[in-house]
């Protein structure tokens, strides 16, 4: 049972219109924790690459051709790596497979160790097509995805490293060498659209610079096409510019209409730990009275912190100049928060657990979430959720479960407990924020009614 609903009708709107919008009367409460200090190489400006070019380079800019195409930003020890982008084939008669490239380079004078703890990439077209699913799915098998995006996070989610990808690279020294050189191929599809979504997990003994390039196969002298080689990508490195069309130009902070613009640079946070309690001095989380609910605030951006003035979005180290002050979104970033739940009262309390993705807005002016009965066409949540709690037998669970979720959409419940008096419960919630989603979303605690 939510907690008091209001229901109104609402207008049409330029966004989807709707019959009618549910006020779920509630605290909206900012989410406790902070993310980790450690660099994410972030590639998903330009989204769409129509032309051969340096999507994200952190290498210095001397001897380069296009100097402010590098931002001279070195990892060393943990790092992530996160590209997402889509290929387009620039007339119907140039398709041309374009090759992704992510090259990590050693300036030193040793040899430099780089250790892949997870890693996936996947296309859109055949690996992971954005198909229909259910907005609920039982997904313990890992089999339930759609887009490339929600394949990776679930599989990164669950600590694996796709075979494609090695333990661990050797660079020698003031040597390069590439950690993904995959094509994003478009010929035989229509429309001649795909894309392509990767994160690694890394670590490195020494220090290292990183860079993603798109490039067109290359042929060989029959026409048959073949995949650069570490010298070509050295070369469009050398001699390249970043590659154009690019993005919308983000809005500085504080200017309004806000355009948030594409994310290309190092963003600072891997992961959100949280332990959410009453307060600093318990080590608990008291359930909501009977009939109420709470929720916690996730993936939140400027004008839309939903009354808790909070923004999660991952700060930018280095960013070009034409792309987004934030790394608005947090893709790729894992969220992993622990609610030890309580019963305080003298009664047994039917408690769920549930991720709500309700309409975005900076300040709640109707005193709570606002959902839609029906819920919009426009889907802002697909991925995955591991929920790792006691049930009511006392036995640990680990489950995953695969959501669906359209904008305004209040979700179903990730898992029911039924709370003796005095009853502490451990719920502990993972995902990692998939690419295509659209902030912000809420975690929801809510005690039914007696």
């Known amino acids: 049972m939510l907690p008091f609903l209001l229901i109104l009708p609402i207008a049409q709107s330029n966004i989807q219109p709707i019959g009618e919008e549910i006020i779920q009367i509630q605290e909206v409460l900012p989410l406790p924790g902070k993310l980790d200090i450690i660099p994410t190489f972030n590639s998903n400006s330009p989204e769409k690459v129509l032309e051969e070019g340096i999507l994200l ?12 195409a590098h931002l001279n930003f070195p990892f060393r020890g943990r790092f992530d790596i996160f590209a997402h982008h889509i290929a387009e084939a620039p007339s119907p008669d140039n398709l041309r497979t374009l090759y992704l490239g992510v090259m990590l380079h050693n300036p030193g004078r040793k040899p430099v160790k780089v250790k892949v703890f997870q890693a996936a990439s996947y296309l859109s077209q055949p690996d992971a097509p954005f198909i229909q ?62 894309g ?16 993603s390039m798109a490039m067109f196969a290359p042929t060989n002298s029959d026409g048959t096409e073949r995949s650069p080689n570490v010298q070509e990508w050295q070369n469009l490195l050398n001699s390249g510019d970043l590659s154009t069309p690019r993005d919308k130009v983000p809005t500085p ?24 309690t009453d307060n600093p001095q318990v080590k608990y989380l008291t359930i909501p009275q009977a009939g109420q609910a709470y929720s916690y605030a996730l993936s939140t951006v400027d004008g839309g912190t939903l009354g808790t003035g909070q923004v999660q979005s991952a700060p930018m180290l280095a960013r070009y ?27 047994n309390q039917k ?41 009511d037998q006392g036995e640990l669970q680990d489950k995953f479960f695969h959501l669906v979720q359209k904008r305004g959409q209040p979700g179903e419940a990730l898992a029911t407990l039924q709370m003796k008096p005095g009853d502490k419960r451990l719920v ?3 995902l990692l924020y998939p690419p295509d989603a659209t902030p912000p979303q809420v975690l929801t605690v809510t005690t039914d009614r007696n």
């Open 321 to 347: 100049p034409d792309t987004a002050y934030r790394a608005h979104g947090n893709y790729g970033i894992q969220y992993s928060l622990k609610l030890p739940l309580y019963n305080k009262t003298q009664s």
């Open 133 to 194: 699913l259910p907005s609920f799915s039982d997904n313990w098998l890992g089999n339930v995805f759609a887009g490339p995006g929600d394949r990776v996070m679930n599989e990164v989610l669950r600590g694996q490293r796709q075979n494609n990808f090695p333990a661990e690279i050797t660079i020698p020294p003031q040597s390069s060498q590439m950690v993904m050189n995959a094509p994003i191929p478009v010929k035989g599809l229509n429309p001649p659209l795909n």
């Open 196 to 211: 392509r979504s990767a994160l690694m997990r890394l670590w490195s003994s020494g220090k290292v610079y990183a860079a």
């Open 351 to 391: 408690v769920t657990i549930s991720l709500q993705t309700p309409i975005k807005e900076e300040n709640l002016k109707k005193g709570g979430l606002r959902f839609f009965s029906t819920p919009a066409k426009q889907t802002f949540f697909r991925g995955t959720v591991k929920l790792s709690y006691k049930n």
């Open 428 to 430: 502990e919630v993972d």
């Open 57 to 68: 380079s952190t290498f210095p800019s001397q001897g380069k051709k296009a100097p402010t």
């Open 253 to 276: 902070p504080g200017q309004t209409p806000i355009i948030y613009g594409r994310v290309a640079g190092v963003a600072q946070g891997s992961r959100w730990r949280a332990f959410i």
